[in-house]
Each structure stands twice: as C-alpha cells, then as structure tokens.
C-alpha cells in the first residue's frame, strides 16, 4: 500500500492559483500539464468532482474549483465540460435554487458554485437574461432568480436557506449569482448595504451576523459583497472567480 502525504486537494489547488493571481504571478510560468492530468482522474461519471485521490465526498464545491483551476490555466483539458454541466442542472431543486448534490436542499453556496461554474465554462453569457431559454442554458432561470431574490429578508441582508439569519457572506454567493446573471439591480441595495454595515465590528472586518466578532472570512465576504454594490475605493469583482478583475484578468 502506498501511503500520500499531504496528499493535493482541489479546494488547495485552487485557492493556491487564485492568491497566485492575486499576487501577480504569471501562472503560464507553472506545470500546469501535472495539475490537470492529476485533477482529470477526479472527475466522476456523472460529471461531478471528488476533491482528493484516496476517495471523499464528491459535489457542487469541487466541480467549481475544477472549473475555477481550468478557467485561471486557460486550459480546459482537466475536465469534461458537458459532463459537469449536465451534473450541475442535475443538481437545481424543485424550488429554483441549487442543492449541493442532486435532490439535496437549495444553498447559496452551492447556487453560487453551480452558476460560477456554468459561467467560466462558457455556458452562461453576458446576455443570459435575454436568452434565458437559450438552448446552452437548461437551467430555469426564472425560478432561480425567483428563488435568489425570496433570499433578502426583512433586515435587508441575505440568507442562504430560507428560514436561516441573514448572514454577510451570502450577500456575495447569492450577490455574485445575481450579478452573473445580469439581475443584481433587482437587490433592494440600500437595506443590504445598511445590513452589512451593522455586521462590520468596531475592531475592523465583519462578523457573520450583527454585532459579532470579526472573522477573515466574512471580512472578505463583506468587502467582496460591497464591491458588487459598487462601494467607492473598492475594486470591480470578477464575480466567478472571486477575486478582483484585475487579479482575474493578470492586469
Ligand atoms: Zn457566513
């Protein structure tokens, strides 16, 4: 039996070449060959991604980090792209939403994994509203915005699951799939902006929920959800990766 120390992990991979954009380097630089070949032997027959060699859950979160990597490598030779969309529209719920794995409960994170992932796979354009019955495009769109914006609640922030607390960093999962879509405008943005401002602590950097201690986290949810509300000094996202335009595009 061979033993794998510190075996490599999709969701490492990712966030490994993501602050590599971010810090400006040139991933053409990298051997990217060795990360797809390794990560093509994740991908599962019904299309989704298991994030490591030796066997583990496999869903939503890792089919966009495997989306992310190819996207961030111009290189799409790690994955099976119709494989994984046909596992990303099997993955939306009765309800609109998307569920983590096919028939589980719609989630803004895994709503946001599944739309990011459809849009750096090509499958979702900037003119997605206006072609919503495209045939690229099986998902309902309808019922997920409907479902997206049923997800800011009274206090004017956002909640992952319907009768969950709003909670800063959904205003960026269901935020940036909004965005995605072209529909953020249709985001009452003054009561979230007024939400968000209760979670940011006096310390600096935002809680999960108002009045709470602030964490990396949220913090950086709470900045990115800002900067889709077009707050001053803040840098334009590029929505599907998670980081800004600027990181995303090498500029
Ligand atoms: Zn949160």
């Known amino acids: 039996m061979i033993s794998i120390q510190n075996g490599s992990h999709l969701a490492s991979t990712y966030c490994a070449l993501a602050i590599l954009k971010i810090v400006g380097y040139n991933l053409s630089n990298m051997d990217s060959e060795s990360i ?11 299309g989704s991604f298991m994030p490591i060699h030796i066997g583990a859950e496999r869903d939503l979160r890792f089919l966009y980090c495997a989306a992310a990597i190819c996207f961030m490598l ?21 309800d609109g939403g998307f569920g983590l ?10 709503t946001y994994c599944a739309i990011a992932s459809l849009r750096l796979m090509g499958f979702i354009g900037d003119d997605c509203l206006s072609n919503a019955s495209a045939p690229s495009s099986k998902a309902n769109i309808q019922s997920l915005l409907d ?6 609640v009274a206090d004017g922030g956002i909640q992952g699951r319907p009768n969950k607390p709003s909670d800063t960093c959904y205003a960026f999962w269901i935020g940036a799939t909004m965005g995605t879509l072209g529909a953020n405008k249709f985001i009452d943005e003054k009561a979230l902006r007024s939400f968000l401002l209760t ?11 108002p009045q709470e201690l ?30 800004t335009e600027a990181a995303a595009t090498g500029l």
Not at 101 to 110: F, I, K, L, M, V
């Open 199 to 209: 979670c940011q602590s006096e310390c600096g950097g935002f809680g999960k929920f």
């Open 214 to 243: 602030p964490d990396l986290y949220h913090s950086y949810y709470g900045l990115a959800a800002f900067s889709i509300l077009g707050e001053a000094g803040l840098k334009p996202l590029c929505l599907e990766l998670g980081v």
């Open 101 to 110: 794995t096919p028939g589980s409960e719609s989630h803004g994170g895994a």
């Open 147 to 152: 479902w997206s914006l049923q997800r800011q």
């Open 74 to 94: 111009n290189n799409w030779n790690g994955m099976d792209r119709e494989k994984a969309k046909e596992y990303i529209l099997n993955c939306q719920s009765y």
């Open 36 to 46: 797809l070949t390794s990560m093509r032997s994740l991908q599962q027959p019904d």
